[in-house]
Nanobody, 120 residues
Framework: VQLQASGGGLVQAGESLRLSCVAS????????IGWFRQAPGKEREGVSC????????EYADSVKGRFTISRDNAKNTVYLQIDSLKPEDTAAYYC??????????????WGQGTLVTVSS
């Protein structure tokens, strides 16, 4: 079971990034997939989740309107589109898989992080 996150990088404020999370070793359809982030010196924060069918999405208040989560189960991949990046979005971003499929469960599998750095 593996989750591989990618897509991070160094960008300027106002730019966009799309993070990807590719799952292997399990069928993505049976899991909610979420994104957490952790900035240096700060606690880990859950930012978004998408249900197993893709019909349910959740966002932290701090990212609503700028982050969009989506999934392509055929590709076993979940995406996090981040627009209008702010310096406070700088963090390591992690994708997680949880059950049940309605984003109500605790993370069961964690991927490695992908680093997003936003310069002002």
């Amino acid at each position: 079971v593996q989750l591989q996150a990618s897509g991070g990088g160094l960008v300027q404020a106002g730019e966009s990034l799309r993070l990807s999370c590719v799952a292997s070793g399990f069928v993505l359809d049976y899991y909610s997939i979420g994104w957490f982030r952790q900035a240096p010196g700060k606690e880990r924060e859950g930012v978004s989740c998408i249900g197993g069918s893709g019909g349910r999405t959740e966002y932290a208040d701090s990212v609503k309107g700028r982050f969009t989560i989506s999934r392509d189960n055929a590709k076993n991949t979940v995406y996090l589109q981040i627009d209008s990046l702010k310096p406070e979005d700088t963090a390591a971003y992690y994708c997680v898989a949880s059950t049940p499929t309605d984003c109500s469960g605790r993370p069961r599998y964690w991927g490695q992080g992908t680093l997003v750095t936003v310069s002002s």
